[in-house]
């Protein structure tokens, strides 16, 4: 009977001990293991967010023709750029949740359909990259590509605004981006998978009246920065919107916390990287619109170039911030996240010295060319750290709407930046209407946007989160195939050893 257990308990012995499964290493580096529809898919998602980048980029250079073609003021020309970011925001956080609820490729193609409401498409494209690509090295370079394409778009902005400028009109920029809409609406079509359309959210209802509060709140109070300089800050006309603004986004956090389909579900807001996050890229988005909002009315008002010029002046930014973004996903692997950003926000406000130094006759080669440079080595980092750092702890079904939320925070940034940049400039501009009056101005807004970038860098001193995301260190969080074959050689030999053990003990 003993030899009977003894041999029973060996053939079990035997069975366990099994080789295990070799784990290949990857014969080509992983961005080039993306089979052919991710990579297409990749490409149509970054030609999404490059196009509203050309939006916003093209009619930056063309405010001071704008100006004078519709007669504004100059304390409204941050309007042209600013009334396209508020818009842009209400229908962001109706898109991220229209994605989760509906699919994120049926919003992603009616946003590109629809221009007129551009917007639905950036929080699902964002979310369709999140949902695609696996959490590790791959969505690291998936969304790297992706910020990619807003730096590409950037130049192109400009280059295309300068050139319709200077020969058929500036009108003509709104032309483009119909066609380029129409087209990227086929593509879409043909290459977004229908998995992507696949949503396992009940609860359908859009939370209408949050997107209402919200907006009408964030409107009201920027009217009154932007306002103030000119009618007072005392004034009833701009001190009466102030003070109904902050009560719509009090009514807002209120309804928001007690509906039971929020547009933007405070649970998102327990991840620290999140909210980090959110609070920085305000700060990034505020100096760079700022950046490229003064020094296109400089390079044109003040240096006296046309708008073709100053066009090309901006190819070395859109250009670097590429590089930049490429570059930092290498130093992932070596450096804190953190420490990155911070260094990147000490360069963006040295850039903005760098600015402040440009006066009438100066050349482009002395200040401008280098602050451009330094200020896209700078913003690479900031930028890229907190695409990333936003979706890492996300789940699937809330992707669509930490992407709005994040895109919102993104899009608010800049006229919250404006606001505060103009009200410096004018307030700092001679009444002599000289060009050194002028630069002057433009000058305070310089070191206004430096003063944000300190912000930016104590707010992520303080609340950036001291822990990378498994995605910025490019390793797998079971490690290398190395790793695992041993730990399961290990697990197997472990096993074996237990049960020898216990036939002995039989």
């Known amino acids: 009977m003993a030899d009977t257990d003894a041999s029973t308990i060996t053939s079990k012995v035997a069975t366990l001990q099994v080789d295990p499964q070799p784990i290949d290493k990857p014969a080509l580096p992983w961005y080039k293991k993306l089979d ?71 919003i992603f193609l009616t946003g590109t359909s629809w221009f007129a409401i551009w917007s639905l498409n950036s929080p699902s494209a964002l979310a369709l990259l999140t949902t695609t690509y696996p959490l590790g090295p791959q969505r690291t370079f998936a969304l790297s590509m992706f910020g990619g394409a807003a730096c590409i778009g950037q130049t192109i902005g400009v280059l295309l605004g300068g050139v319709f400028d200077a020969t058929i009109g500036w009108y003509w920029i709104f032309y483009v981006t119909a ?62 919107p102030f003070l109904v603004g902050l009560v719509f986004l009090s009514l807002f956090v209120f309804w928001e916390n007690h509906i039971e389909y929020p547009i933007m579900p405070f649970r998102i807001w327990r991840s620290r990287r999140f909210l980090s996050s959110v609070i920085v890229i305000i700060c990034t988005t ?46 992932f692997k070596y450096m804190r996240t953190k420490f990155i950003m911070l260094i990147g926000w000490l360069l963006i ?36 750290c907190c695409q990333i750092n936003a979706v890492a702890d996300a789940d699937d079904e809330d992707q669509g709407v930490v992407g709005a939320v994040f895109n919102v925070a993104m899009q608010i940034g800049g006229p919250i930046g404006l606001a505060f940049a103009t009200i410096i400039s004018q307030s700092h ?5 000289t060009l050194v009056d002028l630069m002057d101005g433009y000058r305070a807004a310089f070191y206004t946007f430096g003063v944000i970038g300190g912000v930016g860098w104590v707010l992520a001193a303080i609340f950036a989160s001291n822990r990378d995301p498994i995605e910025f260190s490019g390793k797998n969080p079971e490690g290398t195939g190395e790793d695992q074959l041993e730990k399961g050689a290990s697990a197997i030999e472990s096993s074996n050893t237990s049960v020898v053990e216990k036939s002995s003990e039989l």
């Open 286 to 331: 505020a100096t760079y619109n700022t950046m490229i909002f003064f020094t296109s009315l400089t390079f044109q008002n003040v240096l006296q170039y046309s708008p073709l010029i100053t066009a090309c002046c901006y190819i070395v930014h859109g250009v670097g911030l590429v590089i930049g973004l490429y570059t930092v996903t290498r130093l």
């Open 429 to 433: 501009q001679g009444v002599n209407g």
């Open 179 to 240: 066609i380029i809409s129409a087209i990227l609406f086929v593509a879409g079509y043909l290459v977004i998978s229908q998995i992507n359309n696949e949503t396992h959210v009940v609860d359908r209802r859009i939370d209408y009246t949050g997107v209402f509060l919200f907006m009408l709140g964030i409107i009201a109070v920027i009217y009154y920065l932007s306002e103030s300089t000119t009618l007072g800050w005392g004034s009833a006309k701009t001190l009466a």
């Open 349 to 384: 406000i040295a850039s903005s010295v760098l600015f402040a130094q440009i006066v009438p006759g100066t050349t482009y080669w002395q200040f401008a060319f280098p602050a451009l440079i330094v200020n896209c080595i700078g913003l690479s980092p900031t930028w890229m």
């Open 36 to 106: 052919q529809s991710k990579g297409i898919l990749l490409f149509v998602i970054c030609m999404a967010q490059m196009l509203d980048i050309i939006n916003v980029a093209s009619v930056t250079i063309a405010l001071p023709s704008i100006l004078r073609d519709v007669h504004y003021e100059p304390n409204q020309l941050q309007w042209i750029v600013s009334s396209y970011a508020l818009t842009y925001s209400a229908f962001l956080l109706v898109g991220g949740r229209m994605g989760d609820l509906f699919g994120h490729r049926r």
